[in-house]
């Protein structure tokens, strides 16, 4: 169930797989958040440029600018800007540790369309503490 307070919280999906960018934001939309796309790091920062958004959710593994690089980038623009990584390598990942240093919570791939949701509440409810 949505509210008002969800409504006007604008989530950025950055994926380069049409399909996943779509299936997330509609299961956000649902939740009565605002949800724009990127399918590229490139598009993600430029839309970030234009307007703000309180969370934005990216997969790692991306052509041309990996999902911690946007991160990192989107960081540098904005310290606060909470950031969801959904990911195929998240053991591999939490291993490493560094990719992680710009990223708040992390989803594994393959996922659950309800496995968005709790994350999402749970950066959004934090991101509105601030």
């Not at 779509?22 to 970030?48: H, R, S």
């Not at 960081?75 to 710009?102: C, F, K, W």
Request: some cysteine; glycine content about 4%; hydrophobic content about 40%.
């Amino acid at each position: 169930m949505h509210t008002e307070r969800t409504k006007s919280l604008r989530i950025l999906v950055v994926d380069d797989e049409p399909y996943v960018c779509e299936a997330i934001k509609m299961v956000l939309e649902l939740e009565g958040y605002e949800v724009a796309t990127a399918d590229n790091g490139k598009a993600a920062l430029t839309l970030q440029g234009k307007v703000p958004f309180d969370l934005v959710v990216t997969d790692y593994a991306m052509p041309d600018m990996k999902g911690d690089e946007l991160a990192a980038a989107l960081r540098a623009r904005n310290p606060d800007q909470r950031i969801l990584m959904v990911t195929a390598y998240v053991e591999r990942l939490t291993s490493e540790g560094t990719p992680l240093q710009h990223v708040d919570d992390l989803v594994a791939k393959p996922f659950r369309l309800e496995d968005i949701r709790d994350p999402v509440r749970r950066l959004m409810r934090r991101n509105a503490a601030v």
